[in-house]
């Protein structure tokens, strides 16, 4: 099962804990989602291949025509936050109403009800595990923010699985599509998407996926925007994994979907036996707000 998705936001939301005085900033911005998108669409309409894009609620508003052309090709369409803020950031009333104006948002184009999320960043992690009980609240039926190693922003390390798993939470449960996760020499990674994507050289990335049962993506359009503006204000290592390698991402990704055959969330949940898959209890890890 090779699963294939996309996060669609534009080149400055490649940062998710920001000073809301940033958000004034947004809209003085060069708009740029247009150039990732045409090649994104591109890329699975030659191969006939489909995919689940999550999208900002930001870019439903700003971007409408975006959003229905997407939905006019029959891509499932999900939710990536309202505005792009690391889901650890906000209390719960915060995550709540930044998710339902996001779902909102994108149900007012699509007429379609919205059941999958993704947090931005993969930003669900032990401390704000009650993030699930809204997406329960909302409607979202599965969820794909699971990161089972380390990371700045987010990830359950002590996870050992990253296949098709429940998550079960103070009574709700939510079928879960988490990050796969591949291991050299004890160091957990993930190669199908972000800057190991662009890091590791395709042969490397083409045998990963090659020997695993299961792999999730997933994608931006600025990964495939070399010219994009470099954003002010970021660290060294921010900008090594945000901008390294952009030159070469698109013949990538153009040589994976022709290499594997990938499906998206929507016809992946319909395959999976949900009656036959592990249960991940996180009552252990709340710290509940």
Not at 148 to 159: I, T
Request: charged residues 30%; contains cysteine.
């Amino acid at each position: 099962m090779k699963i294939l998705t996309f996060d669609i936001e534009e080149w400055f939301h490649i940062i998710h804990k920001y000073p809301e005085d940033i958000l004034d900033k947004w809209d003085n911005y060069e708009v740029r989602i247009h150039k990732g998108m045409d090649k994104i669409l591109q890329v699975l309409s030659e191969n006939d291949v489909k995919a689940t894009f999550f999208v900002v609620g930001y870019i439903a508003r700003k971007h409408p025509e975006i959003i229905k052309r997407i939905h006019d090709l029959g891509f499932e369409i999900a939710a990536h936050s309202d505005m792009h803020k690391a889901a650890y950031k906000q209390s719960r009333k915060e995550f709540k109403l930044d998710l339902s104006d996001c779902i909102s948002s994108i149900e007012n184009i699509t007429g379609e009800k919205v059941i999958s999320y993704r947090a931005p960043a993969f930003s669900i992690k032990k401390e704000n595990v009650w993030a699930f009980e809204v997406l329960n609240e909302l409607g979202i039926e599965y969820d794909a923010s699971i990161f089972s190693a380390k990371r700045d922003d987010g990830g359950f390390d002590d996870f050992e699985l990253s296949t098709p798993l429940i998550i079960k939470y103070n009574g709700i449960s939510i079928k879960e599509f988490p990050m796969s996760i591949d291991t050299f020499m004890g160091r957990k990674f993930v190669a199908s998407g972000g800057g190991y994507f662009r890091f590791f050289p395709y042969w490397f990335i083409r045998k990963l996926l090659k020997d695993a049962d299961y792999t999730m993506t997933y994608f931006h359009p600025r990964d495939f925007d070399p010219s994009q503006p470099i954003l002010d204000g970021l660290s060294l290592k921010r900008k090594f994994k945000s901008y390294y390698n952009l030159g070469t991402s698109y013949v990538k990704l153009r040589q994976l979907v022709y290499d594997f055959d990938f499906i998206d969330m929507r016809e992946a949940a319909e395959i999976v036996n949900w009656n036959n898959v592990p249960i991940i209890d996180l009552n252990n890890h709340s710290n509940d707000k």
